[in-house]
């Protein structure tokens, strides 16, 4: 069974800076968008940041500039690099990934279990 899992979260002064990671367990056959998302306390859960296998990039209008996704390939593994963090950013953020399995059958859509980043002085 694949599955995600998110690392890298926690408390941050506003104006720092935190890289969360996204590593992927288990065997699949490919894998193609993965993303970030965060929900905030009484919030939908919405997009952050997205990358294709070939490397394109969407970013939500809050973070452009601030945030940087990237992905190592080789190792199946998502970053997201946060910069000039705002408290507006404190939320739980959750890594999404798109894997088509050892069948070869359709793809489907991952969740990891989410990591909580908090900014606040």
């Known amino acids: 069974q694949v599955q995600l899992v998110e690392s890298g979260g926690g408390l941050v002064q506003p104006g720092g800076s935190l890289r969360l990671s996204c590593a992927t367990s288990?065997?699949?056959?490919?894998?193609?968008?993965m993303g970030w998302y965060r929900q905030a306390p009484g919030k939908q859960r919405e997009l952050v940041a997205v990358?294709?296998?070939?490397?394109?990039?969407n970013y939500a209008d809050s973070v452009k500039g601030r945030f940087t996704i990237s992905r190592a390939n080789a190792k199946n593994t998502v970053y997201l690099q946060m910069n000039s963090l705002k408290p507006e950013d404190t939320a739980v953020y959750y890594c999404?990934?798109?894997?088509?399995?050892?069948?070869?059958?359709?793809?489907?859509?991952?969740w990891g279990q989410g990591t909580l980043v908090t900014v606040s002085s």
């Open positions: 990358i294709t296998s070939g490397g394109s990039t």
């Open positions: 288990g065997s699949f056959f490919s894998m193609s968008t």
């Open positions: 999404n990934a798109h894997v088509q399995p050892l069948t070869r059958d359709r793809y489907l859509e991952l």
